[in-house]
């Protein structure tokens, strides 16, 4: 079975990433397959690369990116969530350079990629509120 999730709360005051991550790690552990996980609203703030790996918030984030390594996952976030948590991808060139704080392993796309996902996917499943 396919599997895609959305991820509506952010890692410092919600559980839905970390219950996301877990739900996710057994869906693949049973061998399922994991199309999009796809960041949104406050859920954006899973993509910010500049939260501390010390707090639980960046331990989440880099259970993200490590599962997504390990399993070649699709982490999206909203272009238009992150605009608003502050997450911007680094832009620019040598001389002009602004700085990004996307965390790794993550990417911004539109509201399309979320569209795409639930074609594709047997099962759209959704994590927290959508505020």
């Known amino acids: 079975m396919v599997f895609s999730l959305v991820v509506y709360g952010a890692p410092h005051c919600s559980q839905a990433p970390l219950t996301a991550f877990r739900f996710a790690s057994s869906v693949l552990s049973q061998g399922h397959s994991l199309y999009r996980v796809f960041f949104f609203h406050a859920g954006a703030s899973n993509g910010l690369g500049t939260i501390s790996d010390d707090d639980e918030a960046g331990k989440v984030i880099r259970d993200w990116q490590s599962l997504a390594e390990q399993h070649s996952l699709d982490l999206v976030i ?26 790794k392993g993550f ?24 505020s």
């Open 107 to 130: 990417q911004l796309a539109g509201l399309g990629q979320l569209a795409d996902a639930a074609i594709k996917s047997d099962r759209l499943v959704s994590f927290g509120i959508a």
């Open 78 to 103: 909203c272009i238009g969530s992150a605009q608003r948590a502050g997450v911007k991808e680094q832009t620019g060139d040598s001389v002009g350079l602004q700085q990004g704080t996307l965390a």
